[in-house]
């Protein structure tokens, strides 16, 4: 069973950066993907970023050039970078595990608790 545990969210003015977290235990096989997804109230959640076992990564149009995710496979961490922060970044950030499909997809079966991350303008 593989868990993962967020941290790092926060409230910060606009422009400004936040770093991300997510500490993974279990299994996680060396084959999966990792990726941040978001979800604003009232929204539907979407990706962010994933990141592959070759350490490829692709991100989400509204993120590319602002956002940069990273993974230490040593401490089995998982980061995500976010540097010009706007308001429309403000959500609860998830950090996911699984076969690569699955995370593309947008349905991993392993998901950390949140962080909440809030950008004032």
């Known amino acids: 069973q593989v868990q993962l545990v967020e941290s790092g969210g926060g409230s910060v003015q606009a422009g400004g950066s936040l770093r991300l977290s997510c500490a993974a235990s279990?299994?996680?096989?060396?084959?999966?993907?990792m990726g941040w997804f978001r979800q604003a109230p009232g929204q539907e959640r979407e990706g962010v970023a994933v990141i592959d076992s070759d350490l490829s990564t692709s991100y989400a149009d509204s993120v590319k050039g602002r956002f940069t995710i990273s993974k230490d496979n040593a401490k089995n961490t998982l980061s995500l970078q976010m540097n010009s922060l706007k308001p429309e970044d403000t959500a609860m950030y998830y950090c996911?595990?699984?076969?690569?499909?699955?995370?593309?997809?947008?349905?991993?079966?392993?998901w950390g608790q949140g962080t909440q991350v809030t950008v004032s303008s």
């Open positions: 996911a595990a699984d076969r690569c499909p699955s995370v593309v997809a947008g349905s991993p079966d392993n």
């Open positions: 279990g299994y996680i096989y060396s084959s999966y993907c």
